[in-house]
């Protein structure tokens, strides 16, 4: 989670007429670093612009955007654009209302499952939507609501049981076709896990329009 919330920041600062089409973000111990803001030329057209977020002078989470140029064209009707295929909010259900607890990590969000179970290991499709701002005085944007809803890839779709194991997510990679439109997002989750303690968590993003793109995390799994 506190990586996103640097994603976000960073994507309050990207204001430009440029697509958002890949927005990266590591959690890593790394060297000592200052808190820097870097942007970058692209053989696109656009620019990939990083953030490095320091705590005591050493680097913990690094963002990326990558802007690319927008054209003003329409591609031919044989360009394939998937339908939504799941059901919307207000024909799924609130998991508080089948047992759900609700923690501080949760508040702020509002969500309805529409495939699949919290409580059952497996993938899932759930609706997400953020109630309130992350940053005073900055409302928050469809993008932003994605790239919140997104960090929830590997608990929307655990594949094991909560109470005894932990699966943090070491990085979240999201990568966009468009951008996204509403304050819903819909993530259609599946996790694997390898032989030992690595996995990935993965998702089709959607929002009332139909799908828009993917996100991805590197997930490690560790008993409790």
Not at 29 to 45: H, N
Not at 70 to 92: F, G, T
């Given at each position: 989670?506190?990586?996103?919330?640097?994603?976000?920041?960073?994507?309050v600062?990207?204001?430009?007429?440029a697509?958002?089409?890949?927005?990266?973000?590591?959690?890593?111990?790394?060297?000592?670093?200052?808190d820097?803001?870097?942007?970058?030329?692209?053989?696109?057209?656009?620019?990939?612009?990083?953030?490095?977020?320091?705590?005591?002078?050493?680097?913990?989470?690094?963002?990326?955007?990558?802007r690319?140029?927008?054209?003003?064209?329409?591609?031919?009707?044989?360009?394939?654009?998937?339908?939504?295929?799941?059901?919307?909010?207000?024909?799924?259900?609130?998991?508080t209302?089948?047992?759900?607890?609700?923690t501080?990590?949760?508040?702020?969000?509002?969500?309805?499952?529409?495939?699949?179970?919290?409580?059952?290991?497996?993938?899932a499709?759930?609706?997400?939507?953020a109630?309130r701002?992350?940053?005073?005085?900055?409302?928050?944007?469809p993008?932003?609501?994605?790239?919140?809803?997104?960090?929830?890839?590997?608990?929307?779709?655990?594949?094991?049981?909560f109470t005894?194991?932990?699966?943090?997510n070491?990085?979240?990679?999201?990568?966009?076709a468009?951008?996204?439109?509403?304050?819903?997002?819909?993530l259609?989750?599946?996790?694997?896990?390898g032989?030992?303690?690595?996995?990935?968590?993965?998702a089709?993003?959607?929002?009332?329009?139909g799908?828009?793109?993917?996100?991805?995390?590197?997930v490690?799994?560790?008993?409790r």
């Amino acid at each position: 989670m506190p990586g996103i919330l640097c994603a976000l920041l960073l994507l309050v600062g990207c204001s430009s007429s440029a697509n958002r089409s890949l927005i990266l973000v590591d959690i890593h111990p790394g060297g000592v670093v200052v808190d820097e803001v870097r942007v970058e030329a692209t053989p696109t057209g656009g620019s990939a612009v990083t953030q490095t977020f320091p705590v005591t002078g050493t680097e913990v989470v690094r963002a990326t955007v990558l802007r690319v140029r927008r054209l003003e064209q329409v591609l031919p009707v044989e360009a394939p654009w998937p339908p939504i295929d799941i059901k919307s909010p207000e024909d799924s259900h609130d998991p508080t209302e089948s047992g759900l607890s609700q923690t501080p990590f949760l508040s702020g969000l509002e969500m309805r499952v529409a495939k699949g179970s919290f409580r059952t290991p497996g993938p899932a499709a759930v609706w997400y939507r953020a109630t309130r701002p992350i940053v005073d005085g900055a409302p928050l944007s469809p993008l932003m609501r994605a790239a919140i809803a997104a960090d929830f890839c590997n608990g929307t779709s655990a594949v094991l049981d909560f109470t005894k194991w932990t699966f943090i997510n070491g990085d979240l990679t999201l990568s966009l076709a468009r951008e996204p439109v509403g304050e819903w997002i819909l993530l259609d989750a599946e996790t694997w896990a390898g032989p030992d303690s690595i996995g990935i968590a993965a998702a089709r993003l959607a929002d009332r329009d139909g799908y828009f793109g993917r996100a991805v995390q590197s997930v490690l799994f560790e008993k409790r």
